[in-house]
């Protein structure tokens, strides 16, 4: 059990590890003409020259076109971001595009953009790339997706040659040099491969492919999470399920039993693993309760400040005003109603007779009393009234004035646990209010229907005090929340227990709220075993395929037993995916199950099992590149052909199409008429070529 063991619960953090741009290397003349190795695989590609002891570039196999001001009408400038040059993969998740279908090269203008990433950043700046490739391809690879590749590499980059193998059998023959027998069990990124190996060679007709491997796996991790914590949907990414599947998950050596583990609470409490997702926490205040009211009284002297100011300014606009109409009342008594002067003056006061006149003038005198009034009497509370003291939240908090100390340590405790209870309290009715079928909640209902009975002539609810109350109960907050005034008695009675029963609030932490950081949290409990066993029941992610189990049991069944022993004798795991703990003890068990009573059989894991492929064509670069095809080849036998060797591919000759026989009255010429013409044979010292369909179910690669 990969779990943990320690009595405390350990809190994972993720590391939302950002890719760095890769620098472009230095090209030396020492390089001209030496091999390079390109693992092109779906996930990462691993990229290095044939010297090297480490691949000189690892990066993810995809590229996004990112365009700069969208939101604008001009035209916008489209950004080609390449592999690592990608910073947060995330926010280009679904611009991400991938020369790949599966484990199969299809987009080849995606290749040709990686290619020229992989080339300009090994420094080689040449219109030719003039180094023979040595690059992987996926287990019967379509001759399609071959002769495509190889005309990209000869018409584009001019490539001396290019050898093609297969990544599971460069880490197999690098693992096992001496065991020319076993069975090849290679976990990629969208698919495994169950292959046998006899004589050094894989025996592709009775080889079979499961479409499952470390994608799938992180996807269904994924979209689980996503489902079992809908707080976290937007925190759950696919870069961090595929961080927790690397890092937390592993394959189960007997699965239902691991399940049923986590039903026993003190296996989940021991075991469960939380991982702590990203947050922003709301900045601690440092100010203490009399810095808060110092800060209120403040405030409130500022607006009483601000206030006065409007009322003086407000003051003199209105004695200005009263000023403009008593003038214009003055030059009114020298002209005569009918005279325009007269109209005029009326006018520019905005009324319409003398006596609107008067009463303007009334009103203004008024309203300056008022507001004059007013400021004296500010002015005097200002000056006269003493600072109100600052109301008490928790009087007696102080172990002097008592007698007993402990009866006043009591108290202060009980007061403490009344505020929490009240808290409780007006937390569970808030959680009781958001059910559906629970008493509060109905009862809820039962008061609002009544309201909504009421007539709209005798709607009056909220005139009374008694509609207050009516308010609070059907309020979902639980009818009421915790006030400014109940947080201060609490701060202060929490002051005093610290100082004289600190271990009482110790004792009470588990009734105090999570904190800020708990609740951005997630539990891994059953995924950590389920999400491995996909690759053993695929039809828990909806694929109706058999999984490795099954799979090697169908494999083994297409020999004798003889060539089962000699198969089983060394079954050897790789890829990626297969670092999983726990794998090698789940296929030794499985297999004990399926093979005789008291036979012999042997698994193997790989020592490194993302870069054994190229460290197994680097160990064996010369031999590769004897095999190599040339631009001669490729210009007499066309793109599709291969060299057939022990670490790649079988070319599969596509079978000539027959005529069919000619109906009477038909132009159609029969096989008779016009036979077909023959295939022209391939030297056998040059390449190998078979023209026998591979036989096999519909899960056969």
Not at 281 to 290: D, G, L, M, Q, R
Not at 357 to 380: N, P
Not at 536 to 561: A, N, R
């Amino acid at each position: 059990m990969n779990g943990v063991s320690d009595e405390t619960v350990q809190i994972f953090e993720l590391k939302d590890a950002r890719s760095v741009p890769d620098p472009v290397h230095p090209y030396d003349a020492s390089y001209r003409g030496l091999p390079l190795i390109i693992d092109n695989g779906s996930h990462h590609c691993r990229v290095g020259w044939a010297t090297d002891d480490e691949p000189r570039i690892l990066f993810r196999n995809c590229y996004a076109k990112h365009r700069k001001d969208r939101g604008k009408k001009i035209a916008a400038e489209t950004e080609i971001l390449v592999a690592n040059d990608i910073g947060n993969i995330e926010a280009v998740r679904f611009q991400l595009k991938s020369p790949h279908d599966e484990n199969v090269v299809t987009h080849f203008e995606a290749q040709e953009t990686m290619f020229d990433y992989t080339f300009s950043h090994l420094g080689i700046n040449t219109p030719q790339v003039d180094h023979p490739i040595i690059l992987t391809e996926a287990f019967c690879n379509p001759n399609y997706s071959r002769q495509l590749m190889s005309e990209l590499l000869f018409e584009c980059y001019g490539v001396p040659s290019v050898s093609y193998c297969v990544d599971g059998l460069l880490s197999y023959h690098r693992n096992n040099p001496k065991k020319h027998d076993g069975l090849l069990v290679n976990i990629g990124n969208c698919t495994t491969h169950v292959i046998p190996i006899l004589d050094g060679y894989a025996d592709a007709a009775s080889s079979r492919r499961i479409r499952m491997g470390g994608l799938h796996l992180t996807k269904f991790l994924w979209r689980w999470l996503q489902l079992r914590f809908p707080l976290h949907l937007n925190a759950i990414t696919i870069s961090r399920a595929e961080e927790i599947l690397h890092n937390h998950m592993y394959i189960a050596e007997d699965y239902m039993s691991a399940i049923s583990k986590w039903s026993d609470v003190s296996y989940y409490e021991k075991y469960v693993r939380r991982i702590q997702l990203p947050f922003v926490a709301a900045p601690v205040s440092t100010v203490s309760v009399e810095q808060q009211r110092e800060r209120r009284k403040e405030a409130a002297r500022r607006l009483v400040e601000l206030n006065a100011k409007k009322r003086e300014e407000k003051l003199i606009e209105d004695e200005a005003e009263l000023t403009r109409l008593i003038e214009l009342v003055e030059a009114m008594e020298e002209f005569t109603p009918d005279e325009p002067e007269y109209q005029h003056a009326l006018e520019e006061a905005e009324v319409t007779s003398p006596d609107d006149l008067t009463k303007k003038i009334t009103l203004l005198h008024q309203k300056i009393e008022k507001t004059r009034q007013k400021m004296l009497q500010a002015t005097s509370a200002a000056t006269e009234e003493e600072e109100p003291k600052p109301k008490r939240v928790c009087e007696d908090i102080s172990p002097k004035k008592k007698a007993d100390l402990e009866q006043w340590v009591e108290e202060v405790k009980q007061q403490w646990r009344d505020i929490q209870a009240r808290r409780a309290a007006r937390r569970h009715k808030r959680q009781e209010m958001a059910k559906r079928r629970t008493a509060a909640s109905q009862e809820r209902m039962r008061i609002i229907s009544q309201l909504a009975r009421r007539e709209k002539k005798d709607d009056n609810f909220g005139m009374r005090d008694e509609d207050w109350d009516v308010y609070k109960a059907i309020n979902k907050e639980g009818g009421g929340s915790d006030s400014e005034e109940e947080n201060e008695k609490l701060q202060e009675l929490e002051s005093a227990l610290r100082q004289h029963s600190p271990e009482f609030l110790g004792d009470t932490t588990a009734s105090k709220p999570t904190s800020l950081a708990e609740n951005y949290q997630i539990q891994l409990s059953t995924e950590q075993a389920r999400i491995g066993e996909l690759l053993f029941q695929p039809y828990m992610y909806g694929l109706e395929q058999g999984g490795i189990t099954s799979t090697i049991q169908y494999v083994l069944g297409l020999f004798d037993s003889d060539i089962q022993n000699r198969l089983v004798s060394n079954v050897f795991l790789t890829g990626g995916p297969s670092s999983l703990p726990g794998l090698k003890p789940r296929i030794e068990r499985e297999l004990l199950a399926m093979r005789p009573f008291q036979s012999h059989f042997s698994v193997s894991l790989a020592g490194n099992p993302i870069l054994d492929a190229w460290y197994g064509a680097r160990d064996s670069v010369k031999e590769l590149v004897a095999v190599g095809i040339t631009r001669a080849d490729y210009l007499e036998h066309g793109g599709d052909r291969s060299r057939y060797h022990k670490d790649g591919n079988m070319f599969w000759a596509p079978l000539t199409p027959v005529a069919p026989e000619s109906a009477p009255g038909s132009t159609v010429p029969s096989k008779e008429t016009t036979p077909a013409p023959e295939a022209k044979p391939m030297p056998e010292d040059i390449f190998s070529v078979s023209t026998v369909e591979p036989t096999g179910d519909s899960s056969s690669s």
